[in-house]
């Protein structure tokens, strides 16, 4: 029987750690042993958890507030995790962001929004984080999404940019996999968090208990993938089980 790995020793950065599946992420990963840097927008909701963190288990947590959209605050996120932590293990590129759907009538600030943080903020963070990945032999997490695997009419632009993320995610991997650095997407399907918020409604609210993914369960799936060495999980698909008879 195979165990479930430690991650003893090992420091992270989780973005978009200051609610739903990145804060469930730094919990499972803090209780794996990781130690976690958690970055997001909200410092009050990252201080609350960083306390959870550190009365719960025996990791470190580190505050760091952070706009994925500001090349300078992610480089700033980085090296201030490498020079609290010693070093950089696992980078969990989740901050994410949805806006408007209509393409014929989307305001350029909705599409704005969703590019600089779905795009450029997992960009920016990537970039600085793999000069420590390579030197640590870590791994790389995208959380993208089912939006970036089929086609569906619902907002094509937040859909193309999970797509970005995929490509994004598996030609990086191309690039680094020689160095021993390990990439993982995570694309889930619908997952009771605070997303779709921006609509009125958040998917916490619009469904109940047991009908949608948990966010603790994709937090589960990163877990798994940042246990894994030497080989990968390429792509993690965790779908809510009658999503392929909604087509
Ligand atoms: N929930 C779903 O159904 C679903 C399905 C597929 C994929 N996803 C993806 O899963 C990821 C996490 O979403 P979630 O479901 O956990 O939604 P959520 O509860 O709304 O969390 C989104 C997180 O992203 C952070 N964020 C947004 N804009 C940011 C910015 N400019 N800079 C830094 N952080 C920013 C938010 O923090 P602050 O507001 O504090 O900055 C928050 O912590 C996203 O990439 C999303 O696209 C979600």
């Not at 300078?72 to 010693?86: H, I, Q, R, Y």
């Not at 943080?117 to 970039?127: I, L, Q, S």
């Not at 420590?132 to 959380?143: A, K, P, Q």
């Amino acid at each position: 029987m195979v165990e479930k790995a430690t991650l003893d020793g090992r420091t992270a950065i989780v973005t978009g750690a200051s609610s739903g599946i990145g804060q469930e992420t730094a919990h499972a990963l803090a209780d794996a042993g990781a130690d976690v840097a958690l970055a997001a927008r909200r410092r009050e909701r990252l201080e609350t958890l960083a306390d959870e963190v550190e009365s719960e288990t025996d990791a470190e947590a580190l505050v760091v507030p952070t706009n994925v959209r500001n090349e300078d605050e992610v480089e700033e996120l980085v090296e201030t995790t490498v020079a609290e932590f010693g070093g950089l293990d696992l980078l969990v590129n989740n901050a994410g962001t949805a806006a408007g759907s209509e393409v014929a009538s989307m305001a350029t600030e909705e599409y704005r929004t969703m590019m600089e943080v779905n795009v450029d903020g997992m960009f920016f963070a990537t970039r600085a984080a793999l000069p420590h990945l390579r030197e640590s032999g870590g791994t790389l997490i995208f959380v993208g999404s089912f939006a970036g695997k089929y086609p569906r009419p619902f907002n094509p632009v937040y859909a193309a940019s999970k797509w970005w993320t995929r490509g994004f995610a598996q030609s990086v991997s191309a690039q680094v996999g020689d160095d021993d650095v390990g990439v993982t997407v995570v694309n889930p399907s619908e997952v009771r968090t605070e997303f779709g918020s921006e609509y009125g409604e958040s998917f916490e609210e619009r469904f109940d208990e047991g009908e949608v993914t948990e966010p603790e369960e994709i937090a589960e799936a990163i877990r798994y993938a940042a246990g894994q060495s030497p080989s990968m999980a390429a792509e993690i698909d965790l779908y809510r089980r009658d999503k392929f008879t909604m087509f």
